[in-house]
């Protein structure tokens, strides 16, 4: 099979295209022949080596996440997929989707949902269990809440602004100047574009979710209430000055969950 793969970090000049033997699924594994790769800021941060204190993927290797493709071999064990299903698969660490194939537990593949196009279906687990890991189980968002997503128009930050108006809580999402209707059109309740407006007027939040980091990071204690929550899902170090604010800091632990 043909793959996209890198040998060292370093900018997108390091991925090359390379021929591979094609990989066999073993038990309780199915492979995919992949019509579309999600590419995600994850993907780019690892290539240039931005979250080795984090992740040390074995090198040389194949980059992406998310895929969607059609099931073409199915090991034993597996239950719930035949050849020939169409799904979306979120790959492991070591595995990666810049390939015409894959292979991964069936734990990390789903069916492809109905109504969405090859591009939508390749980029949604990734992105999905991101946003489903930080709203539900780390904020616990609930009805009623008032909660700030940072990055609001991101790939990330947009389903936990839809997830979190799904909920029943009220969300602000801060994006760039020019994004504030798609931000509004997802469910928030008010856009801020973050590179022409304050988000620090904000208060009584009782949620924060930061995607960015950073002095954004620093200036979101002040606009949550006294026991508050601030989730933050970036690789960066933050500086946790939460008992200064009274509030609650948590990073949202994103581990590959069937």
């Not at 038990?27 to 080596?49: C, H, M, N, T, Y």
């Not at 789903?110 to 279906?121: F, Y």
């Not at 002095?215 to 989730?231: F, I, N, P």
């Amino acid at each position: 099979m043909q793959a996209m793969q890198f040998d060292r970090y370093g900018p997108p000049e390091v991925l090359h295209l390379t021929t591979l033997p094609s990989p066999q699924a073993g038990s309780g594994e199915v492979r995919i022949r992949l019509q579309a790769a999600g590419v995600a800021p994850f993907d780019a941060k690892l290539r240039a080596g931005l979250l080795q204190a984090h992740f040390q993927p074995a090198l040389p290797k194949i980059p992406g996440r998310d895929g969607v493709g059609v099931v073409d071999q199915v090991g034993a064990g597996v239950t719930g997929f035949t050849v020939g299903d169409a799904v979306c698969v979120m790959a492991d660490l070591a595995r990666g989707t810049y390939a015409e194939m894959v292979v991964c537990s069936a734990g990390l593949v789903v069916p492809r949902p109905a109504g969405l196009s090859l591009h939508q279906a390749a980029a949604l687990l990734q992105p999905g269990n991101s946003a489903w890991v930080a709203v539900m189980q780390t904020a616990q968002v609930a009805a009623g809440m008032q909660v700030l997503v940072h990055g609001g128009a991101g790939a990330v930050g947009s389903l936990m602004v839809q997830l979190c108006q799904h909920l029943g809580a009220v969300v602000t999402a801060t994006c760039r100047a020019g994004n504030e209707d798609y931000v509004m059109g997802l469910g928030a309740s008010r856009a801020i574009a973050y590179d022409r407006d304050d988000f620090g007027t904000l208060r009584h939040q009782d949620v924060v979710f930061d995607l960015i980091g950073g002095t954004t990071h620093a200036r979101s204690y002040a606009v949550l209430r006294k026991g508050g929550h601030l989730v933050y899902l970036t690789a960066a170090p933050i500086v946790d000055t939460g008992s200064a604010f009274g509030v609650q800091v948590s990073r949202a632990i994103i581990a590959d969950q069937p």
